[in-house]
């Protein structure tokens, strides 16, 4: 099957879900839906199931609960007047977020509703007689179980239902944990063995599902419990499956670490899963501006694609770089860190370059940052025609003399709430093709990468207990694979501890770090402007919505404890 096909898929939902949100109103033809061949009829049925992911992925949803709620990331009220939204992204920091939170709102309703999606386009799949429609239905059941997956991740509830007119049964631990690995397990016979692109789930995209479920199945049957017991059967699944991903010689790890956050990284081999936004011009996809200033322009020749000063990184975290590679910068020492697009920051003669050759530069930015500056609507340029480079103030926030020059410190008061404050996070490129760079965004998000396929083997060879050299193996290679700037030295030795360091400089921001520090018991520590350790928080509260939806059925769903 072609990727064009996945391309197909996001016109003829239209067609036929009327709750399939942002695809263009294209008109196709003057015929009715019901003059639909059963290609046309299955391809529409299974494109919603997928078309959800990018509600899900949205910066202020599945992104804000992963990363903002951790050590990674962390969010002021911005010059006291931007991002306040009634408290709710210093309450998820510092793990006080209450059952009304929006975010968990929305995030619980993407998911419900992609499972329902999902169950739709099995029921309609069953009598289709397309050729696709096995297919299919095992692509439509494997999305369920992911859902579903994070859904137990999240909120330590899974919803079971086969027939569109029942009630779905609620599971919770060792029962969610089974039915998601039945689920996945009997869809991955029928699934595609060669990749598709990233945007459809295989044979590979399963097994690193199946991977990530038994790596973390010790802390969904036992939520609260103060330390996990990682079974090693589950470990021997967790090798065994990502064998099979590293087995098949499909996947290869990128030499250039920001490769796989390009503007066109769809074709990356590294990519085994992810949100394929290429066929959505009009979505809204905003991970390439959540964290930059308001008065970064990415793009020179886009006016309104700017940043919008948003989360940044915390002390604590940046302090596990500096830690690592002290004394040498990690900027010099891992090209995971940071990569440099401008030559201006450390030539400042080169400050008139053209348009195509424009770049801000990529990771974890620092100081003082450069870049086009909008006078009067327009970006000023040099007298040759090509555009200027200079130092940027907060010019958008009438604050002119303020440089734009981001600071370790952040934290929630006046002062580290300010619009300069925490080193920010550049990691996905900005769209050059979309009309609007700030608001659309045609990269695909990361779902799964061959890198995580590699540290989950890791991590599961060191919890059942295989010598260490067996994971740090795995650890180096990930490093050593990136050898298109500076290559990070290999470590000489591997714990835990160690590991997790590794898994955030490896995977910062690409929403795992919250299932991370609960796996690895770090989630009840503390770091900047949060203390709370109640283990209670180590899920979210069921919104209250759905329990007032489902308070005629006595018992059904109840609240998660300690909200």
């Known amino acids: 099957m072609q990727n064009k096909i996945f391309i197909l898929f ?59 709620s951790t050590d990674e990331a962390i969010l002021p009220y911005r010059g006291g007047t931007d991002w306040g939204d009634n408290g709710i992204y210093i309450s998820l920091h510092q793990h006080v977020t209450t059952s009304t939170d929006p975010n968990v709102r929305n995030t619980w309703n993407n998911l419900t509703v992609a499972i329902s999606r999902a169950l739709t386009a099995i029921s309609g799949l069953k009598s289709n007689v397309d050729p696709s429609a096995k297919l299919f239905i095992a692509e439509a059941r494997a999305m369920r179980a992911y859902y579903n997956l994070m859904l137990l991740d999240m909120f330590d509830v899974v919803f079971q239902k086969e027939d569109p007119n029942g009630i779905s049964k609620v599971l919770r631990g060792e029962d969610a944990v089974e039915y998601i690995r039945d689920e996945l397990e009997a869809a991955e016979p029928v699934l595609e063995t060669t990749s598709t692109g990233p945007g459809r789930l295989t044979k590979a995209g399963v097994w690193g599902l199946l991977a990530r479920l038994h ?17 090693k059967e589950d470990m021997d ?46 979505g809204h996809n905003r991970m390439a501006y959540f964290s930059l200033s308001g008065d970064q322009w990415p793009l020179a020749t886009n006016t309104n694609a700017n940043g919008t000063d948003g989360p940044a990184i915390t002390p604590d975290f940046y302090q596990s770089w500096a830690n690592a590679y002290a004394p040498t910068d990690p900027a010099a020492a891992d090209p995971r860190f940071f990569k440099q697009n401008m030559s201006v920051y450390t030539n400042p003669v080169d400050s008139c370059v053209d348009a195509p050759q424009y770049n801000i530069n990529r990771g974890i930015l620092r100081g003082q940052q450069y870049g086009v500056r909008k006078v009067g609507g327009v970006f000023v340029k040099c007298a040759s025609g090509k555009y200027k480079l200079d130092k940027l103030y907060h010019d958008s926030r009438s604050k002119p003399n303020l440089p734009v020059d981001f600071t370790l410190q952040v934290d929630f ?24 760079g700030r608001n659309f965004g045609e990269h695909d998000i990361v779902i799964l990468r061959l890198a995580d396929v590699y540290l989950m083997r890791a991590e599961a060879k060191l919890r059942r207990g295989d010598a260490a050299s067996t994971a740090l193996s795995d650890v180096n290679t990930v490093r050593a694979a990136r050898t298109a700037r500076v290559v990070p030295p290999a470590l000489g030795a ?70």
């Open 494 to 563: 591997i714990t835990l501890d160690l590991l997790f360091r590794e898994r955030g400089f490896e995977l910062y921001w690409e929403c795992l770090r919250r299932t991370d520090m609960v796996r690895f018991g770090k989630y009840e520590g503390t770091w900047t402007e949060k203390s709370n350790a109640d283990p209670t928080k180590r899920i979210f509260p069921i919104p209250q919505t759905a329990i007032d939806g489902a308070s005629n059925i006595e018992g059904y769903i109840s609240q998660n404890e300690g909200y």
């Open 413 to 436: 008061t006046v002062a580290g709430s300010n619009y300069n404050t925490g080193y920010r996070v550049s990691k996905y490129e900005f769209s050059k093709t979309t009309v609007n």
């Open 215 to 231: 790596l973390n199945a010790a802390v969904y049957r036992n939520r609260y419990a103060a330390t996990f017991d990682f079974r």
């Open 237 to 282: 699944k967790v090798v065994e499956y990502c064998d099979k991903i590293i087995g098949t010689g499909q996947y290869q790890l990128a030499t250039e670490y920001f490769s796989l956050f390009d503007d066109n990284n769809h074709t990356n081999k590294e990519l085994i899963f992810a949100v394929d936004q290429r066929a959505d011009l009009a």
């Open 10 to 68: 996001m016109v003829l939902a239209a067609a036929t879900i009327n709750s399939c949100t942002k695809l263009n109103e294209t008109v196709l033809d003057e015929y009715s839906p019901t003059s639909l061949t059963d290609q046309q009829v299955a391809e529409g049925l299974i494109a919603p199931v997928y078309a959800k992911l990018e509600d899900i992925f949205l910066h202020t949803n599945y992104l804000a609960l992963q990363e903002i």
